[in-house]
C-alpha cells in the first residue's frame, strides 16, 4: 500500500533519495548551486512519494517565508460584514491575492488592523513578528498611513500600497480613479445633463480626491458649472442620503456617488421626493458590488478591478527583486458599465 500524501515529509523525500534535508529544501526553493543529478534524484522522490511542499520546508531556506499578508480597515469591515449590505471588496481582494499567490507557491493571510487606532503600531508589529511575511498589501486607508509604511521600511519588508500615489516606499497601485470619475460624469454630459451632481467619499482616503478632480475636470472641459453641486459623503448609506438631498434641492439631474451604498442612498432619497429614476434623476455609482446589479433599476456603474489590482499587487511582491522596486505607479483601470439608473435629461429640465 502506497503511503498517504498527507504523512510524506521533508524527511521522507530526504531519505528517500538519500540526501541532506537543506538539499531537498534547496530544490524545493528553486535555489542555484543544486547539482543537476542531485536536483533530478530529488525531483524523482517527490513525484514518487506524492510529496506536496508546506510551507514549513520552504522555509527551511531561511530567505522567504513565502507568506503574503494583506491588511484592511478594521472598523469599516467589520461594519460592513455586520450590516450584511453586499459589499464585495474583500470578496474580490481575496480572488485576486489568493490565486495568484498559489500560482507561485506562496501564502496569503489577511488581517484586519484599526488605522485609528492609537496601538497600531503595536498591534502590526505583533502580526508581522508572528507572520514574518515576504510582502504586505496595504489597501485604504492602510496605504497612505505613514506610520504603517514607515514601519515596513524600517523592517525591511517589501509592501504594495493600494489606492495611493503619496511619495514613500512600496509599490504604488491604483485603479485609475480620476480617469473613472471622468468617464462617469462625461456619459451623463452625453445624455444631456448640465447639473451633475457629486457626492465624494470620506477626505482620508486619496482616491476620493482623485474622483472629485475627475468629476470637475469634466465639468469644466464641458463648459458646465460646478458650484453648489459637491455634496461630502463618508461611504455610509446616511451620509448618502444627507448628500443626495442637498444635491437634489440644488436642481441636479444626474448623480455621481463615490460608492454603491451612497447611490443606493441617492435613490431611495429621489424616490423620497416624489422622483422616478432613471425618468427624474440618473445616478452613476462607483465599485460596482452585486447589489447595485440586482436593484430595481440595475445601477450604471464604475466596476472596479479589485481582483485584478490586488493580483498584480501580489505577483509585484512575489517576483520583482529588491534593487527594482522603485518603479513609476502601475494602473489598472476602472471600467464604465451602462445600465438603468442613466437616461437622458427630462425634456422640462
Keep these: ?7 510524506v515529509t521533508i524527511k521522507h523525500v530526504a531519505a528517500h533519495a538519500g540526501v541532506s534535508l537543506q538539499t531537498v529544501s534547496r530544490v524545493i526553493n528553486k535555489e542555484p548551486n543544486v547539482r543537476p543529478e542531485m536536483m533530478q534524484r530529488v525531483q524523482e522522490s517527490i513525484a514518487a512519494l506524492g510529496y506536496v511542499p508546506s510551507i514549513a520546508a520552504q522555509r527551511m531556506g531561511g530567505s522567504r517565508s513565502y507568506l503574503l499578508l494583506a491588511l484592511n480597515d478594521r472598523d469599516r469591515t ?15 481582494m481575496l480572488l485576486g491575492g489568493m490565486l495568484t499567490c498559489a500560482q507561485h507557491g506562496y501564502r496569503m493571510i489577511f488581517e484586519l488592523v484599526d488605522t485609528h487606532s492609537d496601538h497600531i503600531e503595536r498591534e502590526l508589529s505583533a502580526a508581522l513578528a508572528a507572520l514574518q511575511p515576504d510582502g504586505v498589501i496595504l489597501t485604504p486607508p492602510h ?6 509604511t514607515d514601519l515596513l521600511e524600517k523592517a525591511g519588508i517589501a509592501f504594495a500600497r493600494i489606492g495611493s500615489l503619496r511619495d514613500g516606499g512600496g509599490f504604488r497601485l491604483t485603479m485609475g480613479d480620476e480617469v473613472a470619475a471622468r468617464d462617469a460624469t462625461m456619459h451623463l454630459v452625453g445624455l444631456g445633463h448640465r447639473r451633475i451632481g457629486f457626492i465624494a467619499g470620506p477626505t482620508d482616503y486619496e482616491l476620493s480626491h482623485w474622483r472629485v478632480e475627475g468629476w470637475r475636470w469634466t465639468m469644466e472641459t464641458a463648459g458646465l458649472s460646478a458650484d453648489g453641486l459637491l455634496a461630502n459623503g463618508d461611504f455610509s448609506y446616511a451620509s448618502g442620503i444627507a448628500a443626495a ?18 447611490a443606493l442612498a441617492a435613490i431611495a432619497e429621489a424616490r423620497d421626493c416624489g422622483m422616478e429614476v432613471p425618468r427624474d434623476l440618473s445616478v452613476v455609482s462607483f465599485d460596482d458590488t452585486p447589489v447595485v446589479r440586482f436593484h430595481h433599476p440595475p445601477l450604471t456603474a464604475i466596476a472596479q478591478p479589485i481582483a485584478e489590482v490586488t493580483a498584480r499587487a501580489a505577483e509585484l511582491l512575489i517576483t520583482t527583486a529588491a534593487d527594482a522596486r522603485d518603479r513609476a505607479p502601475v494602473e489598472v483601470p476602472a471600467r464604465l458599465v451602462v445600465r438603468e439608473s442613466t437616461a437622458a435629461v427630462p425634456s422640462d429640465r
Aim: hydrophobic share 35%; glycine share 6%.
Design 78 to 92: 467589520i461594519a460592513d460584514w455586520r450590516k450584511r449590505e453586499g459589499s464585495d471588496w474583500i470578496d474580490q
Design 143 to 148: 496605504s497612505h498611513n505613514p506610520m504603517i
Design 1 to 7: 500500500m502506497g503511503r498517504r500524501r498527507q504523512s
Design 245 to 262: 438631498k442637498q444635491l437634489i434641492e440644488t436642481g441636479a439631474t444626474a448623480i455621481v456617488a463615490s460608492n454603491d451604498q451612497m
